[in-house]
Nanobody
Framework: QVQLVESGGGLVQAGGSLRLSCAAS????????MGWYRQAPGKQRELVAT???????NYADSEKGRFTISRDNVKNTVYLQMASLKPEDTAVYYC?????????????????WGQGTQVTVSS
């Protein structure tokens, strides 16, 4: 079993910054992709950014230039540095990880989600 624990959310004024962290623990062989998604009230969960184990990144268009995703493969931790925050960034932010786990037949990839952390940007 793998657990993802997020931290760093909170209340910030428009134009401010926040840094989210997500640490993975448990029976991990390797984490292939880690990422952040968000869900605003009344909306579907959407991609914010992802990063591979090799450091390749992918961002939603609305976050390009404002958010930076990074990861520490030794600590199995992913970060999201958010700058120039806008009220429309208000949402619950979820950590996601696709993890290789050892099973009896070899390796298998599972997807895990964190519990979410609230980010509120006031105008």
């Amino acid at each position: 079993q793998v657990q993802l624990v997020e931290s760093g959310g909170g209340l910030v004024q428009a134009g401010g910054s926040l840094r989210l962290s997500c640490a993975a623990s448990g029976s991990i062989f390797r984490i292939n992709v880690m990422g952040w998604y968000r869900q605003a009230p009344g909306k579907q969960r959407e991609l914010v950014a992802t990063i591979t184990s090799g450091g390749s990144t992918n961002y939603a268009d609305s976050e390009k230039g404002r958010f930076t995703i990074s990861r520490d493969n030794v600590k199995n931790t992913v970060y999201l540095q958010m700058a120039s925050l806008k009220p429309e960034d208000t949402a619950v932010y979820y950590c996601n990880a696709r993890v290789l786990v050892v099973v009896t037949t070899g390796l298998r990839e599972y997807e895990y989600w964190g519990q979410g952390t609230q980010v509120t940007v006031s105008s």
